[in-house]
């Protein structure tokens, strides 16, 4: 494989990813402790957490890049969450793995969110992890037959959350969210109210997940 080949492999950033990433690599802390580090793809980007956290906004940092992998995201592990020594981190991640462009075997997403977390576990301690499943996906407009570039299976998805959920077993602290089953329809597709384009949020999908994410949020945030 030539060097070119390898840093893609290990980087995966496209060039509208960069300014997503300098705008996370660049940002301080703006006096105010943030305790709780949001991390993962577009769907945590899109994630407007000053609307949907009005009561802690001043405790949450966004930290989404578009278009990343878990690969892309086990490599900003530490400018995107280990710098600010968060309480805890919330991790959504693994759609664009599955896409047919990435085109990642389910033991690699597996295998990358466990580096992880065992990363951030190492550095920091005390941390407390909420794993967020894979979110559904609208097949008509990404699944397997839909346009070129998505190829993404709702019965995939649902096949590795059962894996991820598993983590709460293995890693202490670890708190797994399945979003999956709530933001689907009976077909197993994302309900259509949820999504604007078949696999992003519309308000109504944030405010669906965070309706099951916020329980998590305040107990982590009363804890000492």
């Known amino acids: 494989m030539s060097n070119m080949g390898y840093l893609y492999e290990n980087f995966q950033l ?7 990433l300098r705008s996370v690599l660049s940002t301080e802390w703006d006096g105010d402790k943030k305790e709780i580090v949001f991390f993962g793809d577009s769907i945590i980007r899109d994630y407007d957490l000053s609307r949907f956290f009005p009561d802690v906004k001043s405790t949450l940092f966004n930290c989404g890049v578009s278009g990343i992998t878990t690969h892309g ?7 995107g969450v280990v710098r600010h020594n968060p309480k805890a981190v919330v991790i959504l991640v693994g759609t664009n793995d599955m896409s047919e462009y990435y085109n990642k ?5 597996i295998s990358n969110l ?6 951030l576990k190492l550095v920091l301690k005390n941390v407390r992890i909420v794993l967020i499943s894979i979110l559904p996906c609208d097949e008509d407009r990404y699944g397997k037959y839909a346009i070129p570039g998505c190829g993404r299976e709702n019965s995939r998805i649902k096949k590795v959350n059962t894996i991820l959920k598993e983590f709460q077993n293995i890693f202490n602290g670890l708190t797994f969210i399945d979003a999956f089953t709530p933001l689907s329809d009976v077909s197993g597709n994302l309900i259509n109210a949820y ?6 949020l519309t308000l109504k999908g944030y405010e669906k997940l965070t309706a099951i994410l916020k329980p998590v949020i305040q107990e982590i945030l009363k804890k000492d």
């Open 73 to 79: 995201l086990f490599n900003i592990v530490k400018q």
């Open 14 to 20: 496209e060039e509208y990813m960069l300014d997503f």
């Open 114 to 119: 466990a580096q992880i977390i065992t990363e």
């Open 105 to 109: 075997r389910d033991q690699e997403i």
């Open 195 to 200: 999504t604007h384009d078949g696999i992003h």
